[in-house]
C-alpha cells in the first residue's frame, strides 16, 4: 500500500494536530474553567453546555449543501473562525446564556468541521490511500489529545485564573492558526456538469448509504463507550485504582496512535466489509471482559482483566475508524459529497447526545446491563457491515485498492 504524501499537504496535518491539542486541552477542563471564572453552579453550566450541544445538532447537515456548492475549505475555515470566537468569548461570559452561545460556536464549528473532514481528505489523498490518511488522521488526533490531556492536568495543578484563561487563549488562537494553515489546502469543488440533482431528496432516499449510516451509528456508540462507560465502571463499580481510568485511556492513544497504520497495512488487501465485522467482534469481545472482571475477586486479576477488555476493544476501534470513513466517502457521489458525509456525520453527533444519558443510566442499571446491551449493539454493527458488504460497492473494495 502506498503511504500517504504528508510533505504534500502538511499543512492541513499541521491544522489537525493544532486542532487537537487546543480540544485535548479544555475538554478535560472545560466544567473546571466555568465554575472557577463564572458565579454559575454546576448545574446552570452543564445546562447550558447541553442546550449549545442540542442546538448545534442541525450544524452539519445544513452546510453540506454548501460543501458541494463551494467545496470544503471555505466552510470548514468558516468553522475554525466560529470555534476561535467561541473561545475567545469564554474568556468574558459570566451568565448562562453567555456560555450557551459561545458553546453553541464551539459545538456548531466542530460538527461542521468533522462534516467537512471526510470530503477534504477525499479530495487530497487518491484511491487506494484512504485508508492510510483517515488512519493517519485519525493517529495524529489521539496524539493530539493525549498530549493536550497532560497540557490540562498541569493546568489543573496549578488551578489559578490565569492558568485557566491562558488555555481558553491558547484554543482561540489554536483555531486562528488552523485558518491560515487552511489557506494552502486546494480547495476541491465537483466539476461543471456533475448531476447535484435532487439534493437532500435524493440523499435520503439512497437506501443503501442509509444502511451505511445505521452502521456508522453502531459504531459510533462504542466508541463513546471509551469517554464515558469504561472510567466510571472501573473505578466506581469495581472499585479498583482511579489509575486504572488513567491506564485504560493511555492503553488506548499508545495503540491508536502507534499501532493503526502498522494494522492497515497488515490488513491491505483484506475485504473492507470483513474487516469491519472483525472490529465489532472485538469490540464485544471487550465488553464481555469488562462483564467478566465484575466477577473476579483478586485486585490485580481485575485490572489486567479490565486492561485486557481495553485493549480488544482498541483493536476494535483501530480495524473500523479508516475503513468506517473511506467507505463512507467513496460511496457518496462527487456532487452531492458534502451532503451525503454530513448525513454520516450527524449519526455521530447524535450517538455523542444520546450516549451520556443512555450509558450512565444502564450503567446505573447493572453491569450486566450496560455491557451486554453494548454487545448487543455491536452484533447489529456485524450485521450492518455484512449487509453493506453486499450492497455498497465500496464496502465489497478492499483496503488499499488491492
Not at 442546538?55 to 460543501?67: M, Q, R, S, T
Not at 469517554?227 to 492503553?251: E, K, Q, R, S
Not at 453493506?388 to 483496503?399: F, L, T
Request: hydrophobic share 55%; with cysteine; charged share 10%.
Amino acid at each position: 500500500m502506498v503511504r500517504p504524501s504528508i510533505a504534500r499537504h502538511g499543512r492541513f496535518v499541521a491544522a489537525i494536530i493544532i486542532d487537537s491539542i487546543g480540544t485535548g486541552v479544555f475538554v478535560p477542563v472545560s466544567m473546571l474553567y466555568f465554575l472557577a471564572t463564572t458565579p454559575l453552579t454546576l448545574v446552570q453550566v452543564g445546562a447550558a453546555l447541553t442546550t449549545a450541544g442540542l442546538l448545534a445538532l442541525p450544524a452539519g447537515p445544513l452546510v453540506g449543501g454548501l460543501v458541494d456548492r463551494y467545496g470544503a475549505k471555505p466552510v470548514l475555515q468558516a468553522a475554525n473562525l466560529a470555534q476561535a470566537l467561541g473561545f475567545a468569548g469564554y474568556l468574558v461570559v459570566d451568565q448562562t446564556w453567555q456560555i450557551a452561545i459561545c458553546a453553541w460556536l464551539n459545538s456548531a464549528g466542530r460538527a461542521v468541521s468533522f462534516s467537512c473532514y471526510g470530503a477534504t481528505v477525499t479530495a487530497l489523498a487518491a484511491p487506494g490511500q484512504r485508508e492510510r490518511w483517515f488512519g493517519l488522521l485519525g493517529s495524529v488526533r489521539n496524539l493530539g489529545y493525549a498530549l493536550g490531556g497532560l497540557l490540562s492536568a498541569v493546568a489543573v495543578s496549578v488551578g489559578t485564573h490565569g492558568v485557566y484563561a491562558g488555555i481558553v487563549i491558547v484554543n482561540a488562537l489554536s483555531y486562528v492558526t488552523a485558518f491560515v494553515l487552511m489557506r494552502a489546502v486546494p480547495n476541491v469543488r465537483p466539476e461543471a456538469g456533475q448531476d447535484a440533482a435532487g439534493g437532500w431528496g435524493r440523499v435520503l432516499r439512497d437506501r443503501r448509504y442509509l444502511s451505511l449510516v445505521a452502521h456508522q451509528l453502531c459504531f459510533a456508540i462504542s466508541l463513546f463507550a471509551l469517554n464515558i462507560a469504561i472510567p466510571v465502571y472501573a473505578v466506581d463499580v469495581l472499585g479498583l485504582p482511579g489509575w486504572t481510568a488513567g491506564m485504560v485511556f493511555t492503553l488506548n492513544t499508545l495503540m491508536v496512535g502507534f499501532g493503526q497504520g502498522i494494522v492497515l497495512g497488515w490488513l491491505s488487501g483484506r475485504i473492507r466489509s470483513r474487516v469491519l465485522v472483525a472490529g465489532h467482534a472485538c469490540f464485544a469481545v471487550g465488553y464481555l471482559l469488562f462483564l467478566a472482571a465484575d466477577h473476579v475477586a483478586a485486585l490485580a486479576l481485575a485490572v489486567g482483566v479490565v486492561l485486557l477488555g481495553a485493549g480488544s476493544y482498541t483493536v476494535g476501534e483501530i480495524l473500523g475508524g479508516p475503513i468506517t470513513s473511506t467507505v463512507a466517502a467513496e460511496s457518496a457521489p462527487d456532487a452531492l459529497r458534502g451532503r451525503y458525509l454530513a448525513l454520516n456525520q450527524l449519526a455521530v453527533t447524535v450517538a455523542g447526545a444520546v450516549a451520556p444519558a443512555a450509558l450512565s443510566g444502564l450503567l446505573s442499571t447493572g453491569a450486566a446491563a450496560i455491557w451486554l446491551t453494548l454487545v448487543g449493539v455491536s452484533v447489529l454493527g456485524a450485521a450492518l457491515a455484512t449487509t453493506i458488504g453486499r450492497v455498497v460497492p465500496a464496502a465489497q473494495s478492499r483496503i488499499g485498492g488491492v
